[in-house]
């Protein structure tokens, strides 16, 4: 059964400074990695979308690398800003399914 | 429309009442997905469909809950006699096709059983 892990849960960084969330899965057979973005009392917005054969997908201030062998994803984020501020998850498709797994997320505080 | 659209946005219930949740995909998206999020915790996958193939509903909890889609597009999803525990969010997503495409969510359906 696929599992997904996303460290660290919360995170806190003053504005301006460039960093990294963790996400990683158990079985390596995926098809995509998905990161998502999710506000207080809100849904679901696509960031990045990984194919397992590609290594890496940037979009303006974001860049999502995948290490499928080693079941690992990080997300970047560079010059962050309090409007970064949310709950970060990463989700994976696996091969041999259609269904999302979802890692239980990274909330993000950006401080002014 | 533009994006997926769920609704209600929000439903407070009585417990042993029955709730349907309704969620509209995008515009020519075949498949369609129902995640539940209770508080706290990571999004539970409940069912998916895919165009007319048969739904992988290995997601849904009980019995109490099912789910339908017709004619392909707007999808309904009941849970019979509400219990305490169904307070969640419950999050319906669509995706161009069964590949590796971007999946879209909707803003979700709050309910809370008292």
């Known amino acids: 059964k696929q599992e997904v892990t996303q460290i660290p849960a919360a995170l806190s960084v003053p504005e301006g400074e460039n960093l990294v969330l963790n996400c990683s899965f158990t079985?390596?057979?995926?098809?995509?990695l998905q990161w998502f973005r999710q506000d207080p009392g809100k849904g679901l917005t696509s960031l990045l979308l990984?194919?397992?054969?590609?290594r890496e997908q940037t979009s303006g201030r974001l860049n999502a690398s995948l290490d499928k062998s080693s079941g690992r994803s990080t997300l970047y984020i560079a010059a962050s800003q309090p409007g970064d501020s949310a709950t970060y998850l990463c989700?994976?498709?696996?091969?041999?399914?259609?269904?999302?797994?979802f890692g239980t997320g990274t909330r993000l505080a950006v401080r002014p | 429309g533009a994006g997926v659209s769920q609704s209600p946005s929000n439903k407070v219930t009585e417990k042993g009442k029955d709730v349907e949740l309704r969620c509209d995909p995008i515009?020519?998206?075949?498949?369609l997905y129902w995640y539940r999020q209770s508080l706290g915790q990571g999004l539970e996958f409940l069912i998916y469909?895919?165009?007319?193939?048969?739904?992988?509903k290995s997601g849904l909890p009980s019995d109490r809950f099912s789910a339908e889609r017709t004619g392909g597009s707007v999808s309904t999803l009941t849970i019979q006699r509400t219990q305490q525990e169904d307070s969640a969010v419950y999050l319906c997503a669509s995706s161009s096709d069964r590949g590796g495409n971007t999946i879209y969510f909707g803003e979700g359906s709050w309910l809370t059983v008292v």
């Open positions: 079985d390596s057979a995926i098809y995509n």
């Open positions: 515009s020519g998206h075949t498949a």
């Open positions: 469909f895919q165009g007319n193939s048969a739904p992988d």
């Open positions: 989700a994976v498709k696996e091969s041999s399914g259609d269904k999302l797994t």
């Open positions: 990984i194919q397992s054969s590609q």
